[in-house]
């Protein structure tokens, strides 16, 4: 039986909007009702377009966020409430690798240093035990010991990523949480940034949590996909199930968009009308309403539930939800 190493339940995030004219205090509901868990081992992957929430649901994870509402569990304990200090002992085995490592890496120290302050803010070793460590992990990604000593613009995007990778790596997390770690590579760095986090994945026994805007992406790393849209989500399944039978329209829009290698395959590309609504005011029933071409006057008002209907299929979607 699979393990469950994480929960997300009714997890909401809203920060508050600007306004500039008084009235009523509104709210920017990045993260709007979702719930999901994430299997030991496993690689599950939050999809949609910029703005959906995905990443918002990550930080939100790691506390980065304070969420709003809802339960974060891990490993059984509520983790939602817990203070600075509570936390930090699950910040270890929570980490993060984000689209560019490179702001977050101080310009002027060199990767060796910038690493072993990871492990003493955590108190982890002495100073001789700190840098083995980082050596050791430095060679687990791929470098050299000479890259000890580098500053970070010396490295290349991919070789950047791969130091976000070590950073999280040396705490010896259980899970972490890849936030669009390729999106700004070039497309044959992207698979070897992908293939090293499939076998660190295996190394390490970590469990992911990959997010991302590309469906193309995920479909060879994830388990398990769950498609996001203006906060909520909206589909999830096993990666096979998603690409052989998508249910839900956007999933179906999302997936049309995909360039398909060979051109004698021909794919309708499903044009969505309009823009994504604004997350502050968000339309009151489906989500994905004014822009559906299958919409109906139940989806105006009547918010749809995901729900299990085809096993380990759920679909938030009145076209099947009866
Ligand atoms: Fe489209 Fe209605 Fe289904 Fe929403 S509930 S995806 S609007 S058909």
Same mark, same amino acid.
């Given at each position: 039986?699979?393990?469950? #190493? ?6 909401? *995030?809203?920060?508050? /909007? ?24 496993? *690689? ?41 200090? @509570? ?46 460590? #980082? ?7 791929? +470098?050299?010991? @000479? ?7 010396? $490295? ?9 990778? /070590?950073? /999280? ?8 949480? !890849? ?24 190394? $390490?026994?970590? *469990? ?18 769950? #498609? ?22 956007? *999933?179906? /829009? ?33 989500? $994905?309403?004014?822009? !559906?071409?299958?919409? +109906?006057?139940? !989806? ?16 938030? !979607? ?5």
């Amino acid at each position: 039986m699979n393990e469950k #190493v994480l929960e997300v339940k009714n997890l909401k *995030t809203y920060f508050p /909007a600007a306004n500039t004219f008084g009235g009523e205090k509104k709210f920017v509901k990045a993260v709007n009702d979702i719930s999901f868990h994430l299997n030991k081992g496993e *690689t599950y992957s939050l999809v949609g377009e910029s703005g959906c929430g995905k990443s918002t649901t990550g930080r939100s994870i790691l506390r980065l966020v304070e969420p709003t509402d809802g339960e974060i569990i891990y490993l059984g304990e509520p983790i939602t409430k817990l203070g600075n200090k @509570e936390m930090m002992p699950i910040r270890r085995k929570l980490q993060m690798v984000f689209q560019d490592p490179y702001s977050s890496l101080n310009p002027r120290k060199r990767v060796g240093r910038i690493l072993e302050e990871t492990l003493k803010i955590h108190n982890i070793g002495d100073k001789e035990e700190r840098t083995q460590k #980082v050596m050791d992990i430095l060679s687990t990604v791929g +470098f050299q010991d @000479e890259h000890y000593f580098r500053f970070p613009h010396e $490295f290349s995007g991919g070789q950047r990523q791969r130091i976000g990778l /070590a950073r /999280a790596l040396i705490m010896n997390p259980d899970i972490i949480i !890849c936030d669009e770690p390729v999106s700004a590579l070039d497309v044959s760095i992207q698979s070897q940034v992908l293939n090293l986090l499939e076998e660190l994945q295996n190394d $390490f026994h970590l *469990t992911l949590l990959f997010i991302s805007h590309d469906l193309s992406v995920v479909r060879h790393i994830s388990d398990r996909i769950g #498609v996001m849209y203006l906060g909520k989500l909206v589909e999830e399944t096993s990666t096979d199930e998603i690409f052989s039978n998508p249910m839900h329209p956007y *999933t179906k /829009a999302l997936l049309s968009s995909i360039p398909v290698p060979n051109p004698a395959i021909k794919r309708e590309k499903i044009k969505l009308k309009g823009e994504i609504p604004s997350p502050i005011n968000p339309p009151s029933g489906c989500v $994905f309403e004014t822009r !559906c071409p299958f919409a +109906f006057d139940k !989806c105006k008002t009547v918010i749809p539930e995901l729900m299990e209907n085809v096993p380990d299929h759920k679909v938030a !979607c009145h076209l099947y939800n009866n």
